[in-house]
């Protein structure tokens, strides 16, 4: 039995379709068991046949109830639930706190169960911020200085997070064993309603919501790969202990991101803007537009990540940039999740 946490989102149920597909019986948490029908049918919708191989279990982050029951009989855990903000918090410790607490209520559970292994969703952005600029990718040896000056919430939340889960491992775990798994950007194909951030931005473009491409670059990788390191991580001896990098190669401009949808995509990019926007009318307009406040950090920012220690150690091989990208777009048109989606396909 593997424990999902997070089930509903993104990156959860698209673990949970493969670990199905690869025959284990799943659970997995959801804060409301009035959400496992959507879960269902989002598992659905990923090619897998929940039947009576899927099961549910109420536990939230912020509280120790429905945890003990949630990792009952499980071999492994993947821990993929964090808080995600809809917007900048007025307090960091509005993230920080349940992305901590969350993880280390989880990893307590899995211990006194006698899990064998947890596999943590981090982010890499516990890895690359607050460095000098730097031309060479980054790897698992790095880590994010939370304290540097501008470091937002999320990131810190996520960084502290990850410290906090290898400290209980060294200081707590007892045959507990953890693997940690930080993605990019993830892109890919959308099962519901649930998708990450970095899909919002691929949503905008094809609606033409926004009135020109913003000047950032960013990393990408599909869902799917990262759905498939998780499960590499928790079945091989190789990845006890270890952090992996998910990326899928160089970083990529929005406006490269842009040239992608409109070549693949048909009419469905006709709204695809071809100007890049200046920085300083982006953060203008991000005083009425939460979604871009959280990028204004990273206006004119560059970084790589390197995916070498993935491929080495756990045969890791995941998809081209172009492909999730595309994939993306597709999955966005085919579930009618576009404003005027039906004149867009």
């Known amino acids: 039995m593997v424990l999902v946490t997070g089930g509903s989102g993104f990156v959860g149920a698209h673990c949970i379709v493969q670990l199905l597909n690869a025959g284990y019986r799943v659970r997995t948490t959801v804060r409301s068991l009035e959400r496992a029908a959507e879960v269902r049918a989002m598992v659905a919708t990923g090619g897998a046949e929940p039947g009576d191989t899927l099961s549910f279990a109420a536990a939230d982050l912020t509280s120790d109830a429905g945890w003990p029951a949630a990792v009952a009989d499980c071999d492994f855990v993947l821990h993929v639930a964090s808080p995600f903000p809809a917007g900048i918090p007025k307090h960091e410790d509005e993230l920080v706190v349940p992305a901590r607490e969350g993880a280390l209520r989880v990893l307590r559970a899995a211990?006194?169960?006698?899990?064998?292994?947890?596999?943590?969703?981090?982010?890499?952005?516990?890895?690359?911020?607050?460095?000098?600029?730097?031309?060479?990718?980054?790897?698992?040896?790095?880590?994010?200085?939370?304290?540097?000056?501008?470091i937002g919430a999320y990131v810190k939340s996520k960084t502290l997070a990850e410290r906090a889960a290898w400290d209980f491992i060294a200081s707590e775990g007892g045959a507990l064993e953890l693997a940690v798994i930080n993605p990019v950007s993830v892109f890919g194909p959308v099962l519901g309603p649930d998708y990450s951030s970095s899909i919002q931005f691929v949503k905008r473009l094809l609606e033409g919501a926004l009135p020109g491409v913003l000047g950032l670059s960013i990393s990408v990788v599909d869902v799917r790969d990262i759905a498939d390191l998780h499960l590499r991580a928790m079945i091989s001896p190789e990845a006890n202990g270890e952090r992996f990098v998910g990326v899928a190669g160089a970083s990529m401009t929005m406006r490269e991101i842009a040239d992608v949808l409109r070549a693949g995509m048909g009419d469905a990019a006709s709204r695809v803007p071809t100007r890049v926007l200046p920085n300083w009318l982006v953060r203008l307009a991000s005083v009425v537009d939460p979604p871009l406040k959280q990028v204004v950090p990273d206006l004119g920012r560059s970084t790589n990540g390197s995916n070498e220690k993935a491929r080495r150690l756990l045969g890791w091989a995941p998809r081209s940039n172009e492909e999730a990208i595309i994939a993306t777009a597709e999955s966005l048109v085919q579930l009618g999740l576009l404003q005027n989606s039906q004149e867009a396909a």
Do not use: C, M
Request: glycine share 4%; charged share 25%; net charge neutral.
């Open 111 to 150: 211990r006194d169960a006698g899990v064998k292994r947890v596999v943590l969703t981090s982010s890499f952005v516990a890895i690359s911020y607050g460095h000098p600029p730097t031309d060479r990718p980054f790897t698992e040896q790095d880590w994010t200085h939370p304290d540097h000056a501008r």
